[in-house]
């Protein structure tokens, strides 16, 4: 059990940035990796860092060559990823209403189809997961969760939509994800939440982090037209149930 | 208050700043400048921040129109045909409009983006510390999304200093540098000469997002999908295809294609530079060397100041003829209407 963890590689991102890559998969545990070293620069910083970005399975460092060589960065990034423990602290978990299929998921029938399955049980199975942010990318607040029930695994449409609507939850390989704002997509669209997870002028402007785990509530669509009114005028929406 | 009114622009024309990086782990994009050594070069003519708020002027003419007072601008960045009210207007240099005159830029040559910086800046309400436009997320002030004619540029009133040239570096057509990696293992080396010994053009339908390279079909060892990871300005990034994308600043902030390599900090700008269809080549340099060109562009970056020079009193500006005449015709220095607009 006490197997030393092996050390991440130190990839070149350009002559101000360097990938700390934990695995060249989609991997729970090379991503709690990831959040557990971008925890530790946020607790210790190191001069010259001008911001971090997460992913599933590497760490994003960009940092000012000014200040700070590769090569000096990179020590100190190994001797931080070395003492960085891959475990939960303070984990926030938020509860989000979607409305399932309808004119909000119009790929809901199609994926029962191709998954031989009804729509009631793919809501069942999407709603009952127990998900974390794995990431935040591509657009402001398009958040992906990695927990995905492995009977939703789907390969991603041949032919991505230019817009999809803005708040589509949708499934794609072996993610889940909650896109804020309309835009292109590739995924299977299965509903909407009236949850902004990024908007402008809202206190926080971003509402999920990293790391945060989420779970769904299935709501009708009248809920949905409700909330989507009040989100719309600034209210979260999405339920801080713990901590 | 003064005012300049956009009386004509075309496509790829946005207000730009240096952006909002510090929110990426959000998905939000920093978008800014292209060129950031012309941003800079802009703004301190004009006695500006370096990153303060500017016209981003895509490869189309524009003209602009002073109203409420006084306008002095700053223009750098690709050289154009200038002028206000018949005067010709070097670029590298400031300028003012008088109540109800019009600058008149003809055709970017020998790039892609000219700056337009305002005395003063422009007003607005800065997004996350920033009024530079990225229109996909709908941010950026005073308009979310490309410049229109009739849009207004808020700014005070020109302070009726002398106006400056600045000196700036040489021009050159040397290749562009790169570092390989984060997934240069990702090619084989044969592949990744392939890349290098290659010509390139950049295709019409790169944008602000990415510029699309025509050129060699470059080939991955296993596969062109990888799990998404970030990006930075510069990635290039090579999809199913074989033909490379290079992230510019309104690039998604995560992408899924195998990275080869990433253009080297000094070099963004030049490359962001390029016209559509000019050839032009890669060239691989170390990490060391290239954080060292980093650190020299910064001191270049923070030496324009220094770089301000006094317009010569006959405001007559060689370069510009000389650029104006290079199709051969007889060109006057007074009459605009002689210079040679050269189409793109």
Not at chain 1, 51 to 61: A, I
Not at chain 2, 151 to 174: C, F, N, V, Y
Not at chain 2, 327 to 332: M, W
Request: proline fraction near 7%; charged fraction near 20%; aromatic fraction near 6%.
């Amino acid at each position: 059990m006490a197997e030393p963890l092996s050390p991440p590689r130190l990839l070149p991102s350009g002559d101000s940035a360097i990938t700390v890559e934990f695995s060249r998969t989609i991997d729970d545990a090379a991503n709690r990796r990831v959040l557990a070293l971008d925890r530790v620069i946020a607790a210790e910083p190191i001069a010259g860092i001008t911001e971090t970005v997460p992913t599933y399975r590497s760490l994003l460092v960009h940092y000012d060559p000014v200040q700070i060589t590769f090569d000096a960065l990179g020590e100190q990034l190994l001797a931080r990823a070395a003492k960085a423990p891959p475990t939960e602290g303070g984990t926030r978990r938020w509860r989000i209403p979607i409305t399932y299929g309808g004119e909000h998921g119009i790929d809901l029938e199609d994926v029962a189809k191709a998954l031989q399955t009804t729509p009631d049980e793919i809501v069942a199975r999407h709603a009952a997961g127990d998900y974390r942010v794995a990431m935040i990318g591509f657009t402001p607040g398009w958040s992906y969760l990695s927990g995905l029930d492995k009977f939703l695994h789907l390969p991603r449409r041949k032919e991505p939509r230019l817009v999809t609507p803005a708040g589509t939850v949708s499934i794609g390989g072996i993610q889940t994800g909650v896109q804020c704002l309309a835009g292109p997509s590739g995924w299977h669209l299965l509903g909407r939440t009236p949850v902004r997870t990024y908007q402008l002028h809202r206190d926080p402007t971003f509402l999920l982090e990293p790391g945060d785990a989420v779970s769904f509530t299935a709501v009708d669509a009248k809920t949905f037209a409700e909330q989507d009114r009040a989100a719309e005028a600034g209210e979260f929406i999405a339920e801080l149930v713990a901590p | 208050m003064s005012k300049l009114v956009v009386t004509s622009i075309g496509p790829a024309s946005s207000v730009q700043d240096g952006g909002r990086p510090g929110s990426q782990r959000y998905g939000l994009t920093p978008s800014g400048a292209m060129d950031r050594l012309s941003l800079a070069a802009a703004n301190t003519l004009v006695g500006n921040e370096p990153f303060a708020a500017a016209v981003e002027i895509g490869p189309f003419g524009a003209t602009f129109t002073a109203r409420g007072g006084a306008v002095r601008v700053g223009l750098a960045g690709a050289s154009r045909n200038a002028e206000i009210g018949g005067r010709p207007v070097a670029f590298d240099s400031s300028a003012t409009l008088a109540d109800g005159e019009t600058l008149n830029l003809g055709f970017a040559r020998g790039g892609s983006f000219s700056y337009l910086a305002i005395e003063h800046g422009i007003e607005g309400e800065p997004m996350f510390g920033s009024l530079a436009v990225n229109a996909r997320a709908g941010l950026g002030s005073p308009y979310p999304r490309p410049l229109q004619s009739g849009d207004e540029l808020k700014t005070k009133a020109a302070s009726g200093a002398a106006e400056r040239r600045i000196e700036l570096p040489a021009a050159t057509d040397a290749p562009i540098r790169i570092v390989f990696g984060p997934q240069g293992d990702e090619f084989t080396a044969e592949n990744k000469q392939l890349f290098l010994n290659s010509e390139w053009k950049i295709s019409a339908t790169s944008d602000r997002m990415g510029y699309r390279l025509e050129g060699a079909v470059i080939k991955h060892r296993d596969g062109h999908n990888i799990v998404s990871d970030g990006t930075v300005n510069g990635s290039i990034q090579v999809p199913g295809n074989g033909q490379p994308i290079v992230l510019m600043p309104d690039r998604g902030t995560s992408g899924g294609y195998p990275k080869i390599a990433t253009v080297i900090t000094a070099d963004l700008g030049r490359f962001a530079q390029t016209s559509a269809g000019r050839p032009f080549r890669f060239k691989a340099v170390t990490m060391a060397e290239a954080q060292a060109e980093a650190i020299k562009f910064h001191a270049l970056l923070h030496s324009l100041p220094d770089r301000l020079r006094g317009i010569d009193d006959f405001g007559l500006n060689i370069e510009a003829l000389r650029d104006a005449n290079v199709a051969g015709q007889a060109v006057s220095a007074v009459d605009v209407s002689t210079w040679q607009v050269a189409l793109p």
